[in-house]
């Protein structure tokens, strides 16, 4: 539960980061984004939406192979096939 969470939450912070390195030029006045190399803040945004879609995608292979699998209890008793062997000398509930 806690790593679908969390592979979910990093998705969507990375997508984010790469949506605001990608989309700097609408978001900023030009003044703040001078002295920066466009072709790095390129690359960091791909690269963030790489990361992005490397969450999804494990997460969405992590989703499927547990509802493919059924959840097993490692305490649970197993149906008996057949009733246990009777042993008349162990047998404590009939009086002598």
């Known amino acids: 539960m806690l790593t679908t969470v969390l592979r979910l939450t990093f998705a969507v912070l990375w997508a984010g980061f790469a949506a605001v390195l ?6 900023f006045p030009p003044e703040a984004l001078a002295g920066r190399d ?3 803040l390129d690359a960091g945004g791909y ?8 969450n999804v995608v494990r997460w969405w292979l992590g989703f499927r192979r547990r509802k493919r699998a ?3 209890n490692p305490l649970a008793r197993l149906p008996r096939t ?15």
Do not use: G, M, N, S
């Not at 690269?47 to 490397?54: D, E, F, G, K, P």
């Not at 246990?84 to 009086?95: G, I, N």
């Open 22 to 27: 990608l989309l700097r030029e609408r978001l």
């Open 38 to 40: 466009p072709a790095f």
């Open 47 to 54: 690269l963030a939406a790489l990361l992005a879609i490397y």
């Open 70 to 72: 059924a959840p097993v």
């Open 82 to 96: 057949q009733p246990p062997e009777y042993h008349p000398e162990l047998d404590f509930t009939k009086p002598e």
